[in-house]
């Protein structure tokens, strides 16, 4: 009898030992795993962050350099002004403070906006800031017109003739946005903000407001977003590169 009992006895510690070895395995095969998935999000984390233009490796990419972004008109001077309404000096300015916003998040660069309010500034002033500041980059923000409705489309104007890369590469930029509107192309202009400038310098003519279908898009959140974006990203590759 005592002999059963030792051997039950015997066997259930085996058995229980068994059992042991057994979820040691399988926890230890978890944890190993666990490790393993960390370690890959850990990596794919690291990556993205490197490619993020957003995170803190590239925030520096343009520290010294200085931007003059330009919203046209303003005050008493409103531009032209929409079959809906939509004022000129109104809508320079919201393209303007997207631009601002986006480069003072990514870049690092001092940005630099000839008004940031509903104020009066005349073209001399204008220039005049850009190049008080010595500024590496001004951009100049336009939205067209024309007596017939008719007319639409994107221009980009520049003044100096070593300004035309400048001009190619921001007014490519816009257009790799998927949107239904005619490219007029990049040609020179006779404009004071640019003839007078000293800094490279461009002027942007993002529609024409008294189109119907170019004022519905440029009040539209995904043309002011993807605009503002491919614009930063244009002045980022341009200032990287001279």
Known sequence: MKMKTMMRKTIFIFLIAIAALFFYKVLFKVEVTATEITTELISKEAAINVN???SSSTEKVLEGKKIVLDAGHGGRDVGATGQSGLEEKEITLHTIQNIKKLLLEK????VILTRDEDESLSLAERAKISN??????????HYDAFESSDVSGITTYYGDDKHQQLANLIHE???EQDMEVRDRGVTTGDYHVLRENESPSILLELGFISNKEDEQRMQSLEFQTNTANLIAEGIVEYLSQY
């Open 173 to 175: 930029k816009i257009f």
């Open 107 to 110: 870049t690092g660069a001092e």
């Open 52 to 54: 993020n233009p957003s």
């Open 132 to 141: 008080d500041h010595n500024a590496d980059l001004f951009i100049s923000i």
